[in-house]
Each structure stands twice: as structure tokens, then as C-alpha cells.
């Protein structure tokens, strides 16, 4: 990867969702989800807001209580690095928190109130976003897509195997948008996995490997080309299959295809 920020990565796990339920309260949030990501893949979930995309990766991250089974197949022996991009942090704008300060926090062991451990190469990461000239700006001045840039330059520290991003381009300018396209290069080119959560259509159909459309249930999984057709997409956006526990969902078939 270029913008090397230390640990050389061991290539990505597979990732097994196997009939994983997830209901909140009374409201089913994934109902029967079972999905592979392949090692090495760059692997997009798309669906309607609230069609359970972040609970996905809630579960993946053992953050939401859920039925079935959630597995990540390493290769080797132990586990690799796992790297997590947030839609969103909440924070307090008028933190004194610089830019390097917010890094120090999220990425190293030791207390951040002894300051950025000189040991960890917060600038390759930082260079690697475009926000090298801004590491010791107020993190709570950045604009919202520099915000985002360095939300994606912590997941650059260590070098990650497996990177989870919850709609990464949200915020994201022009230029952004192309550094974040370069990351996904890097990532295809070490092997790392990427499970990416993205509303960004046009976005998934050039740049992932493989797509899932999930709406509580997984509705397709397949190549993005073969997947998002104007059909499949619109069937994925206006179909309301959320229930509360006790009712009788409606039954959709699940369309696959392979690579
Ligand atoms: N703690 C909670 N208690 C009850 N319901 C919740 C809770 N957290 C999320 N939900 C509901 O779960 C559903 C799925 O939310 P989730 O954030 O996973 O969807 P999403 O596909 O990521 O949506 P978006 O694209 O808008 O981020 C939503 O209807 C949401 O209101």
C-alpha cells in the first residue's frame, strides 16, 4: 500500500454471514442474512435507509446482539488487522483536539494525554488523505469531507487486512472522492478485504468487486454490472418488507450470481 504506515499486511479474511437475525425491540432489522465476502474483495452493500446495512456491520463487529452465525476466516494462524470506518463520530467541536491528537486517540495504546506516540507514523497516513499540511489544525474546524479524510487515515494505522467502511463518501469533495478510489486500488492490490457500505450506485457499479442489496434481507449478491440493473435497484429501494416480530414477512427470493 502506498503511504506505508507500518505492519505489512497478511491478506484479508473471508467473511460468513449465515442466517444471522437481528431484531430491536419488536422490529426485525436482518432477517435470515447470509452473505460471504471473499478474501481480497471489494465487497459493497447497498439498500434504502434503515434497511439494516449498519446493523450488518454492527453484528460483524459483535456490537449488536444477533441470532445465526457471524465468522471471519483468516489465512494463517491468527488474526489480521481489522480497520473500521464510522459513518460519523460525535464529538464536541470545540475540542482542543488537534488533527494528530485525534489519530493519537483512536490508534495508539498508550494514554492520549501523553501526547501522539512518536513511534506510529501518523503522517504517511496523513499524506496518503491529502491532510498532511493540516495535522495539527483543530480536528473540530475541518470541514466535514477533511473530517472524513482523516477518519480514513486512522484505518491506515496499522495496515489494515480488513477494512469495514459505513458510507465513506458521504462527506467526500472531488478530490476526495479520488483518494478514496486510489485507497480501494491499494487495497485490491495488498489483498485486504473491504466490506463497504455505500449509497453511491454509480460509485458501486466502478468501483467494487462484488454487490449485495440488502433491504432486512439480502435481495441480490452478485457482480455490481449483472446486479444493479434498473429492475433489481428499484425492486431493492421500493419494497417495504420491515415487520415487527409476531407477522407474517413477505417471502422474496434471493437472487444470486457468481463472479
Ligand atoms: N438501538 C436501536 N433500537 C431500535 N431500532 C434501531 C436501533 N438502531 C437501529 N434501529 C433501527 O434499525 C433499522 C436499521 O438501521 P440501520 O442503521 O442498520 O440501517 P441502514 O441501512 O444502515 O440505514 P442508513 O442507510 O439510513 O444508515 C432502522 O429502522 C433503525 O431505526
Known sequence: MSGNTGGTPKGGPAILFDRVDL????TVILDQVSLRV???AVHAVVGPNGGGKSSLIRALLGQAPHRGMVRLDWPGEAPGVTAYV?????????????VEDFLAVLCQRRPAFLGPDRRIDYGAALERVGMAGKRRRRFGALSGGERQRVLLAQAL???PDLVILDE?????DETGCTIFEELLADFRAAG????WVEHDLAQVRRLATRV??????VLFDGPPPAMLSPDRVLDLFSAVPRRTTGNAGDARVVERAAL
Do not use: H, K, W, Y
Request: aromatic share 2%; no cysteine; hydrophobic share 35%.
Open 23 to 26: 431484531t430491536l425491540g419488536r
Open 38 to 40: 471473499e478474501p481480497g
Open 86 to 98: 464510522p459513518q460519523a463520530v460525535e464529538f464536541d467541536r470545540g475540542l482542543p483536539m488537534t
Open 157 to 159: 494505522i496499522p495496515a
Open 168 to 172: 465513506p463518501m458521504t462527506a467526500l
Open 192 to 195: 485486504t478485504t473491504v466490506l
Open 212 to 217: 449485495s442489496g440488502l433491504n432486512r434481507r
